[in-house]
């Protein structure tokens, strides 16, 4: 997060993101309404592939980080486990991938407060914007991936090539219907888009549980074999 580059593409993303919860999402769909919480959160569908994006380029470029800053000739001679060497850096995209999300929910909070809207679901943004319903644990996985073939691969451009390239292929296959089942959509829950005032997310808050439940056992296991790797 040191470079000018990124709080350059950061400020913008966040600048996107309170501009579109102020002018976009309560106006589209049936014109001027409430601002409401799940409106608020609608942003991180609409701008969440491009945050994923980015985050799983950061993922890839950090883990060979030692490689192209020379580092490795002083990491490569040190008697240490790899896993102490690489842990940390899986440690720190998380922690930049929360600083992520919690940019959609402070823009959230800000665009409902500039409107006068005091009535805030706290729980949802929570869920949402936090959870696996497309949220930062939603990121975390999608770091994993990137995480485990780096260590499969051990090529940078290859592993970058084959997870961004896997990431808008399950994208674009279901926006297009080519892919229906959800299982087949490594880090994806049912029901994203298909929350309600009245019923939450009704039948989908379970599935949804047991869905997240599945890809936090893959993302242990790709984990350990990208340290193995």
Known sequence: VRPASFKIIFGLLIFIIF????FWNSTYYVGHQVPLTSGMCNVRLANGFLFMVILMLLAGELFYKERTSGFWQITGAA???TWVLQVPKLL????VAFVFALAIFLGGICAQALQGFWDMDLALYMGDIFG??????????NIVLVFFLAGLFNNRYLT????IGYYLF???????????????????????DDYSEMMGYGIWERSS?????MWTALAAVFVLAGIQF
């Open 19 to 22: 501009m579109q919860n102020l």
């Open 79 to 81: 008697p240490s486990p």
């Open 92 to 95: 720190a995209m998380f922690a």
């Open 132 to 141: 696996y319903k497309f949220g930062w644990i939603t990121y975390m996985f």
């Open 160 to 163: 970058h090539v084959v997870a």
């Open 170 to 192: 399950i994208i674009i296959s279901f926006d297009i219907g080519l892919i229906e089942q959800v299982r087949f959509g490594y880090s994806l829950t049912p029901g994203l």
């Open 209 to 213: 549980f047991f869905f997240f439940l």
